[in-house]
């Protein structure tokens, strides 16, 4: 649809991005682009990425019918914060789908934190079993910060956090006046439902700690797999797009690249009925996350829209 508001690019910076991104608002937008990538109607390349000595920077442009053009260019960088943890850095230009005109520029951190812990959430609500109750998040970063957020949302939701660093941890809920604190493995054990969002290079969830019926959502890993290998060949995998499986690291997901394709359905298609999901109580499900492009489009579809209507943001000529 073409922009009404006159010329002029839209600029938000990071905090105006995160008022402009509302979880519920974005969590329905993130399920139609979900379903639309099942469908095969998203235009979206694999991820390509520039690589420093340091890290990479990727550069992620989508298409989904009825949310938008977008485009982003995020930095990833190791352990690159004061904190220690890796950082997503840049920026998600939102475009006019019939004109091609810029019409804003906005956060990339905080546009693919919403995005990535609306899109886990989706894969939760629809593989993780109706009684679950405990859910574990692992990991004390800006992507944990964000999938606390939908928690927290939750009625009844028993929320622990999981780190290397207990201390980190424990500091964390406090923070967050939410859940409790614990090691890794103590977390995982008691989880109906374990939120992994790490930069770990090497696996922090074993098979051996997942109860039976438990489900596994891995978001983080960019340079390394987040559970073992027992775990996934144990799992029902799910994933946003074929690419997770077929494509080689930074675009498709470190733990998955020797998996049979025919053994990951699409997130999309569960939301949209074609997959039946989950077939049993005591199955393991595991829903692996890469990003995709789509998904972006779906956050800053929506950071447009709000930002327009209370007001964010500044416009400049470019």
């Known amino acids: 649809m073409a922009d009404p508001a006159g010329s002029g690019v839209l600029v938000l910076d990071r905090e105006q991005t995160r008022a402009a991104a509302p979880p519920d608002a974005v969590l329905a937008a993130v399920r139609t682009a979900l379903i639309a990538v099942g469908r095969g109607d998203v235009s979206a390349p694999p991820r390509v990425a520039a690589h420093s000595a340091h890290g990479l920077l990727g550069a992620m442009p989508g298409y989904v019918p009825r949310l938008g053009l977008s485009a982003k260019l995020v930095s990833v960088f190791g352990a690159g914060?004061?904190?220690?943890?890796?950082?997503?850095?840049?920026?998600?230009?939102?475009?006019?789908?019939e004109t091609g005109r810029?019409?804003?520029?906005?956060?990339?951190?905080a546009i693919t934190a919403v995005r990535t812990a609306a899109t886990a959430t989706a894969a939760m609500l629809a593989l993780a079993r109706q009684d679950a109750a405990r859910f574990a998040v692992i990991?004390?970063?800006?992507?944990?910060?964000?999938?606390?957020?939908?928690?927290?949302?939750?009625?009844?939701?028993?929320?622990?956090?999981?780190?290397?660093?207990?201390?980190?941890?424990?500091?964390?809920?406090?923070?967050?006046?939410?859940?409790?604190?614990?090691?890794?493995?103590?977390?995982?054990?008691?989880?109906?439902?374990?939120?992994?969002?790490?930069?770990?290079?090497?696996?922090?969830?074993?098979?051996?700690?997942?109860?039976?019926?438990?489900?596994?959502?891995?978001?983080?890993?960019?340079d390394g797999p987040e559970f073992d290998a027992e775990?996934?060949?144990?799992?029902?995998?799910?994933?946003?797009?074929p690419g997770a499986v077929t494509e080689a690291p930074p675009a498709g997901a470190w733990e998955l690249q020797d998996t049979d394709p025919a053994d990951a359905g699409l997130i999309g298609d569960v939301l949209d009925g074609r997959h039946p999901g989950r077939r049993s109580a005591t199955e393991l499900t595991l829903f692996k996350s890469t990003g995709h492009a789509a998904l972006d489009v779906a956050a800053a579809s929506v950071a447009y829209r709000q930002a327009r209507e209370h007001g964010l943001g500044i416009k400049v000529n470019l």
């Open 81 to 97: 914060g004061a904190d220690g943890h890796g950082a997503h850095r840049g920026i998600v230009a939102h475009f006019d789908a």
């Open 102 to 109: 810029p019409l804003a520029v906005m956060d990339a951190e």
């Open 139 to 222: 990991g004390t970063g800006t992507q944990a910060r964000a999938q606390i957020g939908f928690i927290a949302s939750m009625e009844s939701a028993e929320l622990v956090v999981g780190a290397r660093d207990p201390g980190r941890a424990e500091r964390l809920a406090a923070e967050l006046s939410r859940g409790s604190a614990t090691s890794i493995e103590a977390a995982v054990k008691t989880a109906d439902v374990v939120f992994c969002c790490t930069s770990s290079r090497q696996p922090v969830v074993r098979r051996s700690w997942l109860a039976d019926g438990a489900h596994l959502s891995s978001v983080g890993g960019s």
């Open 231 to 241: 775990t996934l060949r144990a799992s029902s995998l799910f994933v946003e797009w």
